[in-house]
């Protein structure tokens, strides 16, 4: 039992060294600026993605079992679609701001 215990806690340990490490790295891919913007695109998308696999994987508990894979795919739609509105939902915020911004500005 305690095993198991310390077993279970190292596992989160590793996963939120792993989260961190993917969060600073892509915060340090734009701070300094290196590589051309499609370049920081991928870099930043790779970081998303492996962070997405972690946080499934060690927090969520979402492995693949034949027992319950259906419920796991529909885990995963949901979080592809939270993520979709979530991104898209903020550019088209920051559009409209801008556009709105930009209707004021040339009326004054």
Same mark, same amino acid.
């Given at each position: 039992?305690?095993? *198991? @215990? !310390?077993?279970?806690?190292? $596992?989160?340990?590793?996963?939120? +060294? &792993?989260?961190?490490? #993917?969060?600073? =790295?892509? %915060?340090? *891919? @734009? !701070?300094?600026?290196?590589? $051309?913007?499609?370049?920081?695109? +991928? &870099?930043?998308?790779? #970081?998303?993605? =492996?962070? %997405?696999?972690?946080?499934?994987?060690?927090?969520?508990?979402?492995?693949?079992?034949?027992?319950?894979?259906?419920?796991?795919?529909?885990?995963? %739609?949901?979080?592809?679609?939270?993520?979709?509105?979530?991104?898209?939902?903020?550019?088209?915020?920051?559009?409209?701001?801008?556009?709105?911004?930009?209707?004021?500005?040339?009326?004054?």
């Amino acid at each position: 039992m305690k095993n *198991c @215990i !310390k077993k279970t806690f190292i $596992n989160y340990l590793l996963g939120l +060294f &792993f989260s961190i490490i #993917f969060l600073c =790295a892509s %915060i340090f *891919c @734009i !701070k300094i600026n290196l590589l $051309n913007k499609f370049a920081s695109y +991928f &870099f930043i998308s790779f #970081f998303a993605i =492996a962070q %997405i696999i972690i946080h499934f994987s060690v927090f969520l508990h979402v492995k693949y079992n034949e027992d319950k894979s259906y419920f796991n795919l529909i885990v995963l %739609i949901f979080s592809i679609v939270v993520i979709f509105i979530i991104i898209f939902g903020s550019k088209y915020i920051m559009l409209n701001l801008h556009n709105r911004i930009m209707i004021c500005e040339n009326n004054v």
